[in-house]
């Protein structure tokens, strides 16, 4: 099952061009956000490998910089600009260095409307729905007859096959789903990603199988919203079932899954979790807020209350559950009531690990035009407060000598 036979060829194409030169090109594919991008980047890099590439980490004496960026919050988009905007002084210093822009900024219109007018030093630019078409927009940018701008907007078929350059044993990701169907209102990603689209199980167990084979014994499933997997797929399954298949895989490996949303998670799924050995005792569950009129709100589509029956569902199957979570502080009409709320579910829950966001505000979703009159300064403030109680909390749990995994 290979990707796109024409892409094919222009790997060959560029596998040709790359042999004829005096040394092997190298590559530096540098990889913002989340673990979506990192698979992403193990493509890229497996498709680079398969033209004949090297590798790098130094800017300097790369040929082709690939950077995968992430748009999830300002902060990661002034990151990123700020280090392409760098890459100027780079490239004066190596003329016929090739620069790409990928990954999910560069799936907005108006980001790369600035990439064209103000980083012209940038010569190739796409989104994450073409990624399967890299060694054609590869071969194009090459021809140096002008910039690429790529517009696809998704919606075509899931492409398998594309070649994987992974990073040696233990850990390997595999992805199970790609984009998200939530539209959180807060939320960049299903804008960028598209229409949620889930592999197929036979395509997942393929993979972890052959991960298996190589030695491959801590894997990770990934998805958006690994709980809503199988959507749309014939016949149909879900989440619960896929785990239990991967677990069937013969081997000794571990295997774990992220992001779970509280709305989809399933007592099968915590029951296939409890019965397997195989499946780590982790789950990393985001609350985002723990108060109801907020995660209305953000349109999270589940309560406090049924989130706290979903914790308690799975600490009664698993007393040894490290639990994760991500919160949002400073959501638009965010009172100080409503933090206190998310302070006492913190305080009920005790989680092991929290990722901790101040909102931002991301152009084109419906929180953006939301009015938001709390200062910045309070919002940093209650950032402070939830630092320390998180840090109190998870210096109880090590003293209970329950570490933190
Ligand atoms: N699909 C995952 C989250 C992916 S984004 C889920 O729903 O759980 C990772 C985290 O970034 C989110 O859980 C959220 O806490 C945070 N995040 C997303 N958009 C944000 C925004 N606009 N401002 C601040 N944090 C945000
Ligand atoms: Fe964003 Fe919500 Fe989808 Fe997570 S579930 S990626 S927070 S829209
Ligand atoms: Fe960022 Fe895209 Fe992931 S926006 S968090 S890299 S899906």
């Given at each position: 099952m290979?990707?796109?036979?024409?892409?094919?060829?222009?790997?060959?194409?560029l596998?040709?061009?790359?042999?004829?030169?005096?040394?092997?090109?190298?590559?530096?594919?540098?990889?913002?956000?989340?673990q979506?991008?990192e698979a992403?980047s193990?493509r890229?890099?497996?498709?680079?490998?398969e033209m004949g590439c090297?590798f790098?980490?130094?800017?300097?004496?790369?040929?082709?910089?690939?950077?995968?960026?992430?748009?999830?919050r300002?902060?990661?988009e002034?990151?990123?600009?700020?280090?392409?905007?760098?890459?100027?002084?780079?490239k004066r210093n190596k003329?016929r260095?090739l620069i790409?822009?990928?990954?999910?900024m560069?799936?907005s219109?108006?980001?790369?409307?600035k990439?064209r007018?103000?980083?012209?030093?940038?010569?190739?630019?796409?989104?994450?729905?073409a990624l399967?078409?890299?060694p054609?927009?590869?071969?194009?940018a090459?021809?140096?007859?002008?910039?690429?701008?790529?517009?696809d907007e998704g919606?075509?078929?899931l492409t398998e096959?594309l070649p994987?350059?992974?990073?040696?044993?233990p850990?390997?990701?595999?992805s199970?789903?790609y984009?998200?169907?939530n539209f959180?209102s807060?939320c960049?990603?299903p804008?960028v990603r598209g229409?949620e689209?889930?592999?197929s199980?036979?395509?997942v167990?393929?993979e972890?199988?052959?991960?298996?084979?190589?030695g491959y014994?801590e894997?990770t499933?990934?998805g958006?919203n690994?709980?809503?997997y199988?959507?749309?797929?014939?016949p149909?399954?879900?989440f619960?079932?896929?785990l239990?298949?991967?677990c069937?895989?013969?081997?000794?490996f571990?295997?774990g899954?992220?992001?779970?949303?509280?709305?989809?998670?399933?007592?099968?799924?915590?029951?296939v979790m409890a019965e397997?050995?195989?499946?780590?005792r982790?789950?990393?569950?985001?609350?985002?807020?723990?108060?109801?009129?907020?995660l209305?709100?953000?349109?999270?589509?589940?309560?406090?209350a049924?989130?706290?029956?979903l914790?308690?569902?799975?600490?009664a199957?698993m007393?040894?559950?490290n639990?994760?979570?991500d919160?949002?502080?400073g959501?638009p009409?965010?009172?100080?009531?409503?933090?206190a709320?998310?302070l006492?579910?913190?305080a009920?829950?005790?989680?092991h690990?929290?990722?901790?966001?101040?909102?931002?505000?991301r152009?084109g979703?419906?929180?953006?035009?939301l009015p938001?009159?709390t200062p910045?300064?309070?919002?940093r403030?209650r950032?402070?407060?939830?630092?320390a109680?998180q840090?109190?909390?998870s210096?109880?749990e090590?003293a209970?000598?329950?570490?933190t995994?």
């Amino acid at each position: 099952m290979g990707y796109a036979p024409e892409q094919q060829a222009y790997v060959a194409r560029l596998r040709a061009l790359f042999g004829g030169a005096d040394a092997p090109p190298l590559a530096f594919v540098d990889t913002y956000g989340c673990q979506q991008n990192e698979a992403d980047s193990e493509r890229l890099r497996g498709m680079l490998f398969e033209m004949g590439c090297g590798f790098t980490t130094r800017e300097e004496e790369a040929d082709l910089i690939v950077i995968n960026t992430c748009a999830v919050r300002e902060h990661a988009e002034m990151r990123v600009l700020g280090n392409v905007g760098a890459l100027i002084h780079t490239k004066r210093n190596k003329p016929r260095q090739l620069i790409a822009l990928c990954g999910c900024m560069m799936q907005s219109p108006e980001v790369v409307e600035k990439v064209r007018r103000s980083y012209r030093h940038v010569d190739l630019v796409f989104g994450p729905h073409a990624l399967p078409r890299f060694p054609e927009l590869l071969w194009r940018a090459l021809a140096r007859t002008g910039r690429i701008f790529d517009r696809d907007e998704g919606g075509g078929p899931l492409t398998e096959g594309l070649p994987v350059y992974r990073a040696a044993p233990p850990r390997a990701w595999v992805s199970i789903m790609y984009g998200c169907d939530n539209f959180c209102s807060y939320c960049i990603v299903p804008h960028v990603r598209g229409r949620e689209r889930s592999r197929s199980p036979e395509a997942v167990l393929e993979e972890v199988f052959s991960l298996v084979r190589g030695g491959y014994t801590e894997l990770t499933l990934l998805g958006q919203n690994v709980n809503s997997y199988g959507k749309g797929l014939a016949p149909p399954t879900d989440f619960a079932a896929l785990l239990a298949s991967v677990c069937r895989v013969p081997g000794d490996f571990t295997v774990g899954f992220m992001t779970s949303h509280p709305k989809d998670a399933t007592c099968r799924m915590l029951d296939v979790m409890a019965e397997n050995p195989k499946i780590r005792r982790h789950l990393h569950l985001p609350f985002q807020s723990g108060s109801d009129r907020i995660l209305r709100a953000m349109g999270r589509g589940y309560t406090r209350a049924s989130y706290e029956r979903l914790i308690d569902d799975a600490r009664a199957r698993m007393p040894d559950l490290n639990l994760t979570s991500d919160v949002i502080v400073g959501f638009p009409g965010e009172t100080e009531a409503d933090f206190a709320d998310t302070l006492s579910l913190l305080a009920r829950v005790r989680f092991h690990n929290l990722f901790t966001f101040i909102y931002s505000k991301r152009p084109g979703t419906p929180a953006a035009d939301l009015p938001d009159d709390t200062p910045p300064a309070v919002k940093r403030e209650r950032m402070a407060r939830l630092l320390a109680l998180q840090r109190q909390l998870s210096a109880g749990e090590r003293a209970n000598g329950k570490g933190t995994g």
